[in-house]
Every structure is written in C-alpha cells, then in structure tokens.
C-alpha cells in the first residue's frame, strides 16, 4: 500500500494540556473522531470551545467516545450544530451517563449565560451559551451504543471496546483503518480501584494513544477512610460543616459509599450527608441500575441509599444555608467551575470553622486549583470572596493510574507498538511519562502540539 492511502491521526485537543480530548482518524475509507471533549482550565483553553471545530463537522464520518466525563463528551452537540450528522458510538452506559451530563451541561450553560445577562457581568452582550438545551437532545438522537468486548464492522472502520476501569462504562478503544489497529487509552483506571474493576488488558495494536494526567505522579498508599474520617470529625468538632466540591459522575459516588461505610462504623460523627447535584443524583441511580459493571454489592448500594439525603431542587439547596448542626455536602463541579457548588462555597469560604475538601484532579486555572493553591481571595459570580475556612485537598482519590501503572498496563501489550503518543496531561506529566517509556520500555514516544499530524 502506499503511503498517500496511510491513515493520519490528528491531534485537535488534548495535546499540550489534560483536557479537550479530540483525536482525528483520516483515511481513504472516511473519518472517525474519537472523543469530542470540552476545554476546561485556563482562559486559553475555555476559548478553544468557542473556534469553530478546526475541520468541518460534516467531514466527520462518526465518532467514537471512550466515556462521558465533559472533557471527552462536551462538546458534542456544538461539533453537531456545526453539522456533524454522523453516529456517536459508545458503550450503553456511556450514553445513559452523557444523557445526564449533556443536558445537565447545556442547562448549566443557560443558567450561566441569563446570569450574567441580568447582573451585567459579561464582555459579550448577550452572553451566550456554548450550545443549549435543545442542541444537547439533538446530538444525543446521534448515539448509538455498542456491546463491548465485541469487534464492530462499521463503515468506514472495525471498532471494539474494552472496559478500563476509570468510570462507569468507560472503555479503550481500538480502531482497525486501513489494516492498522490504533489503540486509545481514554482514561485509564487504576487496578486497585475502590470502586471499578481494574482495567481489562490490552490487545495487540500498531499505535497507542495514550493518556498522562498523572504522568508524573505515583499515588500515595494513604488510609483513604482514615484521613476523611478525621478531617470530618475535626471540623465537626469545632461546629464547622463540610463541603465536598465533586465531579458528578464517579466520584461523588465513591464519596457517598466511604462516607456511608463511616457513618456505620462511628468513624465521624453522626451528622447528615447531602447529596446537592441534580446530575450527580442521576448518575448515582443510573450507576445502581449497573451495580453489576462495579466493585460494589448491592448490600452496599443499599445502605448508601439509606444513608444519603438526595437534594433534588434549587430549593432544597438553598435550605441547607440554614441548618446549624454540622452537615457533610457533596456537590459539583469538581473544580469549583460551576454548579449548585458555587453558592455552597460563598456561604463557607469566608468561615473559620468550616472546611472545604476537594476530592479529585484541579486542572490549572480553575477555581479548584487556586483554592487548593491557597490563594486568600477568589471571585465567584463576578464578586471576590475571602477565603477563611479551611482547605483540604485529596490527590489520592484520583480514577486514574499513575505512571507506573499506566506502564504496568502497557507491558501486558502482547508486541511494542510501532509508535506512542502521549496526550491528556500537563507538559511536565507528558514529559515524564515520554521518559519513562523510552528509558523503562525503550519505546518510541511522541508528544504531540495541538494540531499535530502524524502518518501512520
């Protein structure tokens, strides 16, 4: 074959930063997009979202997402208002979960917009959104879930899916273009997950494309129970509440079961936890109808039923403000970017006895990371707000592998690939994981630039 009928992979997200993941598959027989995500972090990614898609969305054959996290999904329904009318394929629960956060995204994006509208804070007048409710329902007519661990002749490529552990539904893929098998990692899980089963191995492939959130990071072996036990008990103690900033799909889940499992056995004090994200709660009863795709019994599901207030409505939200006991409040984003969170973290930042505890990754330039960075004030809804309550932050909950198990993973590949490229990461995590592969594997590793092509 010659090399102009090669496929060509594009990087037109994720490349220089761990979020916005888009990769472009090019080929005589068509083209194929997998993931299509949202920027989030500094203003110099955000603005991305707003650049038309740099090709055409009607050249895009299909799309193929590996799962539904905003950084991966997002930006589907812009790239199908732009004229993307082709199939989104993904696993079952991938759909059922971007049904959630699309429409939760596209309505959060509404609010946002007629926000800053009435209140005058905007540099665009209107303020718009990214896409709306309306386009969400559009793009979601689009999916079209595939059974894993099952090769897919589709037109214009040969699919398959194979669960990696990272969140509910969440698979690798493995494109076959042309005779060449292009492997994406997507967000690879850890093994000892508390809460999915570790990734499936992977199969022979000619090129990875491969994640690096934690590139550069190993994961401490912490008492995960233990340091959430006593961070509650502690700001119990001195009559302060809890506000858990979280990402909606995943981790809020894993949150509610520790938090469960502690209030049984009377680590922390026992005090009411509150459940206030309307998506979190719809991705926690979609995650009990798959119980069976997770590590927990349905014993265990149970109890954090019974355990957990669910907060359904912006009234009930609002009600929290006025307890006066101690409460534990779990809520999105996990970032602090946006969301009920938001009006949590204006009412408690500027209060000693209360505690604010991230529990995941804060990419550069949100509002997460500044707090976490100790930064004393920090604007929400346009107004400055000082930081007085206590900060805590927990890396170690994290749903990714680190690097040593991003390369424990890749050493069970029956071959070498002929080619590695590394995305998904700060420069400094890509940078290290490039190291390691070339010193540890000796294999070939490419950083990509957004924009970058490679012939494969």
């Not at 036990?229 to 506000?243: C, D, K, Q, W, Y």
């Not at 749903?399 to 002929?418: C, F, I, N, S, T």
Request: proline letters at 5%; charged letters at 20%.
């Amino acid at each position: 074959m010659s090399s102009r009928q090669a496929p060509t992979l594009q990087f037109l997200g994720a490349a220089g930063t761990v979020t916005g993941s888009r990769y472009l598959l090019t080929s005589p027989s068509g083209r194929v997009l997998i993931d299509c995500g949202m920027y989030q972090g500094y203003k110099k990614w955000r603005e991305l979202n707003w650049q038309p898609f740099p090709v055409p969305a009607a050249s895009i054959d299909a799309l193929v997402l590996t799962h539904a996290h905003l950084d991966h999904s997002g930006y589907i329904p812009a790239l199908v208002a732009q004229g993307f009318t082709g199939p989104v394929y993904c696993s079952q629960a991938t759909f059922e979960l971007c049904e959630i956060l699309l429409l939760d995204a596209a309505h959060l994006q509404e609010e946002e917009a007629a926000y800053r509208n009435r209140r005058g804070y905007t540099r665009h007048a209107p303020a718009l959104p990214l896409f709306t409710v309306e386009q969400a329902h559009k793009a979601l007519t689009l999916f079209k879930p595939l059974a894993v661990e099952t090769e897919h002749d589709l037109d214009m490529a040969r699919v398959s899916l194979y669960p990696n552990g990272h969140i509910l539904g969440s698979c690798s893929v493995d494109v076959e273009v042309e005779g060449r098998h292009i492997t994406f990692t997507g967000d690879l899980g850890r093994s000892n997950d508390l809460q999915m089963p570790a990734p499936l191995p992977p199969r022979y492939c000619d090129y990875l494309v491969t994640e690096s959130t934690y590139g550069d990071r190993l994961h401490s072996q912490v008492d995960v129970e233990g340091i959430i036990a006593n961070i509650v008990s502690i700001t119990a103690a001195r009559g302060g509440s809890v506000l858990i900033p979280s990402f909606a799909v995943g981790r809020a889940q894993l949150l509610i079961h520790i938090l469960s499992k502690l209030k049984r056995a009377g680590r922390i004090p026992e005090m009411a936890i509150y459940l206030d994200s309307p998506m979190a709660i719809r991705a926690t009863r979609t995650m009990r109808a798959h119980q069976d795709l997770s590590r927990f019994t349905a014993e265990r599901v149970q109890q954090t039923t019974e355990d957990v207030e669910m907060v359904e409505t912006a009234d009930e939200s609002e009600a929290l403000a006025s307890i006066q006991m101690p409460i534990i409040i779990i809520s999105a984003s996990g970032m602090a970017t946006g969301g009920r969170v938001l009006h949590h973290l204006k009412r408690m930042l500027p209060q000693h006895r209360d505690c604010v505890l991230f529990a995941g990754y804060q990419a550069g330039g949100t509002r997460g990371a500044k707090l976490v960075a100790g930064d004393g004030v920090v604007k929400i809804h346009g107004r400055e707000v000082s930081v007085k309550a206590q900060i805590e932050s927990m890396d170690f909950l994290s749903a990714h592998a680190d690097y040593e198990g991003l390369l424990d993973w890749m050493r069970q590949l029956p071959v070498a690939p002929k080619g590695c490229f590394i995305t998904h990461g700060e420069p400094e995590a890509a940078g290290n994981l490039q190291r390691e592969l070339r010193e540890q594997l000796g294999w070939r590793a490419e950083v990509p630039e957004l924009g970058e092509s490679f012939e494969l």
